[in-house]
C-alpha cells in the first residue's frame, strides 16, 4: 500500500520568502511522484511530475521539487513567493505497476504581503 | 483543447433521488477515475477504469457506481445519494501514470 503525509494543513510565508511544503511519502516500489495545485473554486492543475528520471524536477510557476530516497521526501520549494502563489497543494504518489493515484490531505499556503 | 469535461459543475438533490454525474475526456485516454474531495482528507480514489469495460474499486467506492462502456465517458452514478456524500467530485484520465493525470474542473454536490 501507498501513503502520503503532507507536514503541515496551514502554512504562511511573507511575500517574496521561500516557500517550502513537505511531502513523505510510501511506496513498496520506485514511485511516480506528483505536485498539484489548487486555486479557489477550480481543478486540479499538475505543477511538477518525478518519474525517475533527475531527482531535482522543475515546474511550473517557479517552484522544483527533490526526490530524496533515502529520506522517503519530495519537498516542494520555490525561492521567492508571489502574492498568486496563494492556493492549496497536493503531494501525490502513484507505485509502479499501479494507475491508482494517492494523495496527501493538502496544503493550504498564505502568502502576507 | 485537450479537457477534461464534467458536467454538472454545481447539483443539490435530496436524499434517495438517483443521480449521474458525467465524465467526458477527449484525449483517448485509456485509464480515468473518480475522486471526492472533503475538507481536511484531501482526494479518495471512489472508482477507477482502465479501459473500456474495465472497472475496479478505490478507496471509497461504497455508494457509488461506475460504467465504461465507452473510451472517452466514464459516468458516476448514486443509485441513492445521501448526505454523507455531499462532496467536491473530480473526475481525471491518463494516458500512462508517468505522464500525470489530467483533471476536471469539479462537481460539487450537495444532498439535503
Known amino acids: 500500500a501507498q501513503s502520503v503525509t503532507q507536514l503541515g494543513s496551514h502554512v504562511s510565508v511573507s511575500e517574496g520568502a521561500l516557500v517550502l511544503l513537505r511531502c513523505n511519502y510510501s511506496s513498496s516500489v520506485p514511485p511516480y511522484l506528483f505536485w498539484y495545485v489548487q486555486y479557489p473554486n477550480q481543478g486540479l492543475q499538475l505543477l511538477l511530475k518525478y518519474t525517475s528520471a533527475a531527482t531535482l524536477v522543475k515546474g511550473i510557476n517557479g517552484f522544483e521539487a527533490e526526490f530524496k530516497k533515502s529520506e522517503t521526501s519530495f519537498h516542494l520549494t520555490k525561492p521567492s513567493a508571489h502574492m498568486s502563489d496563494a492556493a492549496e497543494y497536493f503531494c501525490?504518489?502513484?507505485?509502479?505497476?499501479?494507475?491508482?493515484?494517492?494523495f496527501g490531505k493538502g496544503t493550504k499556503l498564505s502568502v502576507i504581503p | 483543447e485537450a479537457q477534461v469535461t464534467q458536467n454538472p459543475r454545481y447539483l443539490i438533490t435530496v436524499t434517495g433521488k438517483k443521480l449521474t454525474v458525467t465524465c467526458s475526456q477527449n484525449?483517448?485516454?485509456?485509464?480515468m477515475s473518480w475522486y471526492r474531495q472533503d475538507p481536511g482528507l484531501g482526494l479518495r480514489q471512489i472508482y477507477y477504469s482502465m479501459n473500456v469495460e474495465v472497472t475496479d474499486k478505490g478507496d471509497v467506492p461504497e455508494g457509488y457506481k461506475v460504467s465504461r462502456k465507452e473510451k472517452r465517458n466514464f459516468p458516476l452514478i448514486l443509485e441513492s445519494p445521501s448526505p454523507n456524500q455531499t462532496s467536491l467530485y473530480f473526475c481525471?484520465?491518463?494516458?500512462?501514470?508517468?505522464?500525470?493525470?489530467?483533471f476536471g474542473s469539479g462537481t460539487r454536490l450537495t444532498v439535503v
Open positions: 481525471a484520465s491518463s494516458i500512462h501514470r508517468g505522464r500525470g493525470y489530467t
Open positions: 484525449m483517448n485516454h485509456e485509464y
Open positions: 501525490a504518489v502513484s507505485g509502479a505497476g499501479s494507475y491508482q493515484l494517492t
